[in-house]
C-alpha cells in the first residue's frame, strides 16, 4: 500500500514553472540507456529462447486479426473529429483534445489486449491448440510468458501509428486553437548553458512543440496501464472464456481507478468494519489505475516528474510481476486435453 499510495501523492503535486519544460541531460541518458538494455533484452528473447518463438506468433497473430485495423481506424478517426470538432471548454479545447486523445488511445489500447489475450489463451485452450503446443519442448509457464510478451508487442505496434497521428494533430490543433483565438504560434527553443558547467537544461517555450513533449510521458503511462490491465487479463484467460473476460476486466477497470476514493472511505468508515474491509481489500488487490493517470497534469499545463514516472514504472512491472505468477499458478493444474 505504502508505495502505490506515495505515487498518487507525488501526482498531486504541481511542477514549478507552469508551461516550461526542463530536462536535465542525465535525465535522457538514463532514458536512453533504459531504452537500449529494453530492446537488447527482448531482441535476445525473441530470437534465441523458445518463449520469444511463441511471442513472435502471438505477436502476428494479433496484427493479424480484423479487431486490431478496426480498433486502429475507430482511433484515428475519433482523433481526427475531435480536432476541429469544438468542445465549448471556454478557451481550453486544447486540454480537452489532449485528455480525449489519451483517453482513445488507452480504451482501444485495453480493448485489443483483453481480445488478443482471449484468443490466444482461452481459445486455444477451448480449441485443444494449447495441448499441441505443450506436446513440444515447451513448459506451461513458456507458454504464459510467450502469451504475454507477444501481447505487449503487439499492443506497441498498436500504438505507435497512434502516437505518430496523436502528436502531429496536437501539434496542428494548438497552432489551430491560438489562430482562432488571435494569438501568434511561437516555435522557439533555446539551449541554456548554466555558468559553472554543473547543469544544462533544454527549454522549450510553451508553444505546441511543448505541449507535444508534454504528452509523451503520458503515453508512457497509458502503455503501462495496458500492460497491467493485459497481465491480469491473462490470469483470467487461463481459466475463463472471452465474455467473462471482458466483463472482469471492466470490472477491474472502474474499481481500479475508484482506488483512491476506496482507500478514503476506508478512513472516514472505520466504524463499518465490512465497508473498511471491503474497500481496503480491493485496493491492495487491485491495480490503483489511477496512478497512471495524467489528467491532473494537462489541466495544470504542467509535466510529469521522471521521479514519479520511475515510481510508476516500477509498480507497474511489481504488479505485473505478481499477476504472471498467478496466471503460472492458475495454468499449471489446467485440464487441456
Not at 46 to 55: E, I, P, S, Y
Not at 166 to 182: I, N, R, S
Not at 201 to 211: G, I, M, Q, V
Not at 307 to 324: D, H, P, Q, S
Request: proline share 5%; with cysteine; aromatic share 14%.
Amino acid at each position: 500500500m505504502a508505495l502505490p499510495q506515495s505515487i498518487f501523492l507525488l501526482a498531486q503535486q504541481p511542477i514549478p514553472g507552469g508551461g516550461a519544460i526542463h530536462f536535465a541531460p542525465w535525465q535522457f541518458y538514463l532514458c536512453a540507456a533504459l531504452t537500449l538494455f529494453g530492446l537488447f533484452l527482448l531482441f535476445a528473447i525473441n530470437w534465441f529462447t523458445k518463449t520469444g518463438v511463441l511471442a513472435r506468433a502471438t505477436c502476428k497473430e494479433s496484427i493479424r486479426q480484423p479487431m486490431f485495423f478496426s480498433l486502429m481506424g475507430v482511433s484515428i478517426l475519433i482523433m481526427l473529429v475531435n480536432t476541429w470538432v469544438p468542445f465549448f471548454s471556454m478557451g481550453e479545447d486544447t486540454k480537452m483534445f489532449l485528455d480525449c486523445g489519451l483517453a482513445t488511445i488507452l480504451i482501444c489500447s485495453i480493448l485489443l489486449a483483453i481480445w488478443t489475450s482471449s484468443m490466444s489463451i482461452a481459445d486455444e485452450i477451448e480449441g485443444k491448440t494449447a495441448m499441441t503446443l505443450l506436446s513440444k519442448p515447451l513448459t506451461r509457464r513458456q507458454f504464459i510468458v510467450g502469451k504475454y510478451l507477444g501481447l505487449l508487442q503487439g499492443i506497441v505496434i498498436f500504438m505507435l501509428p497512434l502516437i505518430v497521428v496523436f502528436c502531429f494533430l496536437t501539434y496542428y490543433k494548438v497552432g489551430y486553437d491560438m489562430k482562432e483565438a488571435g494569438k501568434p504560434a511561437l516555435d522557439a527553443f533555446v539551449w541554456i548553458d548554466m555558468s559553472g558547467g554543473t547543469k544544462q537544461y533544454l527549454w522549450f517555450e510553451p508553444t505546441r512543440l511543448a505541449t507535444v513533449l508534454q504528452i509523451l510521458p503520458g503515453l508512457l503511462l497509458i502503455f503501462l496501464e495496458v500492460a497491467v490491465l493485459a497481465s491480469i487479463s491473462v490470469v483470467v484467460s487461463t481459466r475463463l472464456p472471452m465474455v467473462v473476460n471482458f466483463s472482469v476486466m471492466f470490472a477491474v477497470f472502474v474499481i481500479g481507478h475508484l482506488t483512491p476514493v476506496l482507500v478514503q472511505s476506508s478512513v472516514q468508515h472505520e466504524e463499518l468494519e465490512f465497508v473498511s474491509f471491503v474497500a481496503r481489500l480491493f485496493a491492495t488487490v487491485l491495480p490503483q489505475l489511477d496512478a497512471f493517470n495524467m489528467s491532473a497534469y494537462i489541466v495544470t499545463g504542467s509535466v510529469v516528474p521522471p521521479v514519479y514516472l520511475g515510481l510508476t514504472a516500477l509498480y507497474g512491472f511489481a504488479y505485473c510481476t505478481a499477476a504472471i505468477l498467478l496466471a503460472f499458478i492458475l495454468f499449471e493444474d489446467r485440464d487441456l486435453a
